[in-house]
Structures are given as structure tokens and as C-alpha cells.
């Protein structure tokens, strides 16, 4: 990360935990980001839309909590973890012991809160209960349908040849490898996808949109049953353009 620091940089954005990857940084990687920082001056911004979206061993630490020198702009809302997504209501936390950010960035941020384009009257009106009533078994049941499907996903997925899945620990997204030389008239992730889409009826983004070619992103907060039946028809894809198959199906048929 130092090594891509140069004087254009001004500052380095965190996403934890990621969307597409379904990561989520250790408490001792997040120290390191900031101890770069801290040594080259440059603030964090830390998108933690999915905070605490997180499932198996890896607990969730926000940037705020760790900075004792580097200001750090947090970003939040209530879309992901309250499973409000279509309500997009959020903030900007400032964590500046120093006063390093000075007046400017809090008055730039000022004027983008009174803009027009905002969340509505009543949804600004909700947040205080949304943010205090919600109870444990909530977020409870939603991160255990969350792992639930990420196990279902990795073991399914991780037999077939041709595909890779890497595990997920939050974020409500897995990312896929696919292996598009063993597969007959697949170039990438984009082609994997339309054709997955139209042969099987499975929905997947190719994860090209996110400058990571070769992959595909899928979603954990889906039924169980559905992502049974996706793993199934994702398989029969697989096999469907399966090189070595297609090949011995071409030699064994005298063509």
C-alpha cells in the first residue's frame, strides 16, 4: 500500500466489510492501514455500511475505535445490517482527536447535509427507534441465514472443477473464481453470467463491474432451498461446458 502513495493521494479508502469480496480485516491489518497513514499523513475514509454484517471468527472492528492520530471519516447507514435497502438513509462520523481536518471538511460536510436530495422527513424520524429497539435476536437470525448460505455456497460450489469460491466472512456477498479455460465458449465472467442466466435461470453479477475479472458475485440472504437449487444448476452449467466433456463427447461420438 506505501508503494502506491504519491502526491496525488489524498486519502485511502477502507471498505470493511467488503462488498464484493465478503472480507472483513483483522484488527491487526486495520492497524497497519493506519500506522501507513499516520507515517505518509493521509486520512482514512472507512465505508462500514455492513458493520458488524459479520459471521464465523472474525469479529468486525470499526477504523474510529483504533485511530489514536489519523483523522478517519466513517461511513454508515441502516440499508445493510437493519435490512432497510431501499430506504438509504446514513452519516459521516468524524474522528479528528487532533483537529487535523480543520474547519473545511466539517463545513464541506455541512453543506452536503442540507442539500435538497435527502432521506425524508419520516425515515429521519424512525432512525432513533430503529437504532435503539432493534433487538439481538434480530441481527441474530439474519447473520445465521447469512452464514448458513455462505456454507452452502462454499461446499456445493468448491466441487466443481471448473470453480473456486472464496470464503465469506460477511457482507451478505461471496465472490466466485471461475476457471473460463476449462469451459467451452465462455471467454469471462461476462459471457459465464449471460449464459448462466439464460441456460439455468441463476442471476449472478459478473464481478468485471468491480474491476476483478473472472469472478462472480452471489448473494447470501436468499432461502435455503434457493440456494440449493442454484448450486445444482450451476453444477449442470458447469458440466454443460465442460471441456474434457465436450471433447470425449465429440471423440466417443465418431464426429
Same mark, same amino acid.
Given at each position: 500500500?506505501?508503494? =502506491?502513495?504519491?502526491?496525488?493521494?489524498?486519502l485511502?479508502?477502507?471498505?470493511?466489510?467488503?462488498?464484493?469480496?465478503?472480507?472483513?480485516?483483522?484488527?491487526e491489518?486495520?492497524?497497519?492501514?493506519?500506522?501507513?497513514?499516520?507515517r505518509?499523513?493521509?486520512?482514512?475514509?472507512?465505508d462500514?455500511?455492513?458493520? *458488524?454484517?459479520?459471521?464465523?471468527?472474525r469479529?468486525?472492528?470499526?477504523m474510529?475505535?483504533?485511530?489514536?492520530?489519523?483523522?478517519?471519516?466513517?461511513?454508515?447507514?441502516?440499508?445493510?445490517?437493519f #435490512?432497510?435497502?431501499? $430506504?438509504?438513509?446514513? $452519516?459521516v462520523?468524524? *474522528?479528528?482527536?487532533?483537529?487535523s481536518?480543520?474547519?473545511?471538511?466539517?463545513?464541506?460536510?455541512?453543506?452536503?447535509?442540507?442539500?435538497?436530495?435527502g432521506?425524508?422527513?419520516p =425515515?429521519?424520524?424512525?432512525?432513533?427507534?430503529? =437504532?435503539?429497539?432493534?433487538?439481538?435476536?434480530?441481527?441474530?437470525?439474519?447473520?445465521?441465514?447469512?452464514?448458513?448460505i455462505?456454507?452452502?455456497?462454499?461446499?456445493? #460450489?468448491?466441487?466443481?472443477p471448473?470453480?473456486?469460491?472464496?470464503?465469506?466472512?460477511g457482507?451478505?456477498?461471496?465472490?466466485i473464481?471461475?476457471?473460463?479455460?476449462k469451459?467451452?465458449?465462455?471467454?469471462?465472467d461476462?459471457?459465464?453470467t449471460?449464459?448462466?442466466?439464460s441456460?439455468q435461470?441463476?442471476?449472478c453479477l459478473?464481478?468485471?463491474?468491480f474491476?476483478?475479472?473472472n469472478?462472480i458475485?452471489?448473494? =447470501?440472504t436468499?432461502?435455503?432451498?434457493?440456494?440449493?437449487?442454484?448450486c445444482?444448476?450451476?453444477?449442470q452449467f458447469?458440466k454443460? *461446458?465442460?471441456k474434457?466433456?465436450?471433447?470425449?463427447? *465429440?471423440?466417443?461420438?465418431?464426429h
Amino acid at each position: 500500500m506505501a508503494s =502506491l502513495i504519491d502526491d496525488r493521494t489524498r486519502l485511502i479508502v477502507v471498505i470493511n466489510p467488503s462488498n464484493p469480496c465478503g472480507s472483513v480485516y483483522t484488527k491487526e491489518q486495520l492497524e497497519a492501514i493506519l500506522d501507513v497513514a499516520e507515517r505518509y499523513q493521509v486520512p482514512v475514509l472507512s465505508d462500514e455500511v455492513y458493520a *458488524h454484517v459479520t459471521f464465523g471468527e472474525r469479529p468486525f472492528y470499526s477504523m474510529g475505535s483504533l485511530t489514536k492520530n489519523v483523522p478517519v471519516l466513517t461511513v454508515g447507514g441502516i440499508a445493510k445490517r437493519f #435490512l432497510v435497502p431501499g $430506504w438509504r438513509l446514513g $452519516w459521516v462520523v468524524i *474522528h479528528d482527536r487532533n483537529q487535523s481536518f480543520g474547519e473545511e471538511i466539517r463545513a464541506g460536510l455541512r453543506r452536503l447535509s442540507q442539500r435538497v436530495l435527502g432521506p425524508c422527513s419520516p =425515515l429521519q424520524a424512525a432512525l432513533p427507534t430503529i =437504532l435503539s429497539e432493534c433487538k439481538p435476536q434480530f441481527f441474530e437470525s439474519s447473520l445465521a441465514l447469512m452464514k448458513n448460505i455462505s456454507d452452502i455456497f462454499y461446499d456445493n #460450489l468448491s466441487c466443481i472443477p471448473e470453480l473456486y469460491p472464496v470464503k465469506s466472512y460477511g457482507a451478505m456477498y461471496m465472490l466466485i473464481g471461475i476457471k473460463v479455460e476449462k469451459l467451452y465458449g465462455i471467454e469471462n465472467d461476462v459471457e459465464f453470467t449471460q449464459l448462466l442466466m439464460s441456460e439455468q435461470s441463476v442471476f449472478c453479477l459478473p464481478a468485471k463491474c468491480f474491476q476483478y475479472p473472472n469472478f462472480i458475485r452471489v448473494v =447470501l440472504t436468499c432461502p435455503e432451498e434457493i440456494a440449493r437449487e442454484a448450486c445444482v444448476r450451476i453444477a449442470q452449467f458447469c458440466k454443460d *461446458h465442460r471441456k474434457s466433456a465436450l471433447t470425449n463427447g *465429440h471423440v466417443n461420438g465418431g464426429h
